[in-house]
């Protein structure tokens, strides 16, 4: 489990996130959503340490992320795999490569035993032949796909996804939804997605949390999220066209 | 004051690279890389610079020196001795700073604004370590060496066209070139070079790694990369020149 207590982020004179307080469980699809500029990608990056917290403290298991110096930070970052919204793939390296990458910096795997690991990898996104493929030659679907694999190359207890959906067409979004899901429930993880896609959020949505100008604003699961009687939310939702799905 | 914000990033920066490598044989194997990338792929334009460099020289010292009562093989004492001391290892590392300077820092600046560099880091990699220390490291071995085949191929021009202009005779150059020639210049050269590509390769990897944005400012980083290298490698062989001379 991760939790979020009084986590406060200002980038100068410019508060982006105040006060917000969250857990986030294992073996479930816990949902960060909002707006654009409400703070959720700025949550997303304090919670995996590419912006520190101003005040607050983020929590793996009880282990306060936020106040470990680098090589007890390093520690847990082994344990997370990440899925960025461009993908984020070595363009230098293949696909084969990529998904090696994290496998050949922290275990100590033969090259016969990560190939095997990498094939899994592979096999478990549904893709094949395309281990000598550069990333410039993949679809967008098949990048995230990948971005999945390289994510959970090393089993990881987190995985953060960044707008998993953005630049899909719904039925390759559908596709990865469904991935995720089953990644999810079958590694026993803890998955956060952060996403503007209500599809995904009524179609998987176990835990969600609802950020507004940078404060949570709403929590629950997709079953109360109709019910909610948040203006904000159902704004929100009403903008993305979600009475109608 | 931004000169010594920039100046404190820079130290800082080059301090986050000195750390223990994740496995130190994909370290080597990076080093080995960017030592064909710097090394190999840079022998051609250096190649046809010093050859033409050291035709022109002395052409033009023949040009200078009309009185009879100098005797021709001074050509090639100062040929050979500009050579070492300043053509080869200026000129054709202001060169370089724009061949590699360029590409180093573009390649980064990329790597930054497409989060691939995020990447490295959730997953527990010192980016800077595993991307821009190796390229460092190679700068230091293989430009020194650029810079003796430079002053081989400088000499050798200066000799061709010596010849072929019937400026003086190959005997005629060496014997002025053999003279003066102390084992100091060479050692100056090559402390000049190791400088030079130090100051190549880490001004250009920290002007890519702090890119904020997109292609566009990948573009200006690049930009600056080669000015502020150019300014530096200038600035540095005046104090080299003072101290060492």
Known sequence: MIEVKNVYKSFGDKKVLEDVSAGFYRGKSNFIIGSSGSGKSVLMKCMVGLEQVTDGSILYENRDFTHLDYNAKKEIRKEIGMLFQGTALFDSLTVEQNVEFPIKMFSKMTPAERLDRVNFCLQRVNLSKVNHLYPSALSGGMKKRVGIARAIALNPQYLFCDEPNSGLDPLTSRVIDELIKEITIEFNITTIINTHDMKSVFDMGDNIIFIWQGKKWWEGTRKDIRASGNKELHDFMKAYDIENM | ?245
Request: charged share 10%.
């Open chain 2, 1 to 245: 004051m931004s000169f010594f914000y920039h100046f404190g990033r820079y130290i800082l920066f080059i301090r986050g690279l000195f750390s223990k490598p994740e496995k130190f044989w994909v370290f080597r194997e990076r080093m080995f890389q960017e030592m064909q990338s710097i090394g190999v792929g840079s022998i051609g334009i250096v190649t046809i610079i010093s050859v033409f460099v050291g035709a022109v020289t002395t052409v033009q010292t023949a040009y200078q020196l009309v009185s009879g009562l100098v005797a021709k093989s001074i050509i090639g004492t100062i040929v050979s001795d500009s050579t070492m001391l300043e053509l080869a290892p200026t000129i054709t590392c202001l060169v370089l700073a724009g061949k590699i300077g360029s590409s180093i820092a573009s390649e980064i600046g990329t790597m930054r604004v497409t989060e691939q560099i995020d990447a490295l880091e959730i997953m527990g990699i010192n980016s800077a370590n595993y991307l821009v220390l190796p390229k460092i490291l190679a700068g230091m071995i293989v430009i020194p060496m650029l810079i003796i085949i430079a002053i081989f191929l400088g000499i050798s021009g200066g000799i061709i066209a010596g010849k072929m202009a019937g400026i003086l005779p190959v005997e005629e150059f060496m014997k002025g070139a053999r003279s003066t020639f102390k084992g100091f210049t060479v050692f100056f050269s090559c402390t000049k070079a190791v400088t030079f590509a130090f100051i190549i390769t880490s001004v250009s990897a920290f002007q890519g790694f702090y890119t904020h944005g997109g292609a566009l400012e990948v573009g200006q980083s690049s930009t600056r990369a080669v000015v502020y290298s150019a300014v530096l490698i200038l600035f540095s062989d005046y104090i080299l020149a003072q101290l060492l001379l």
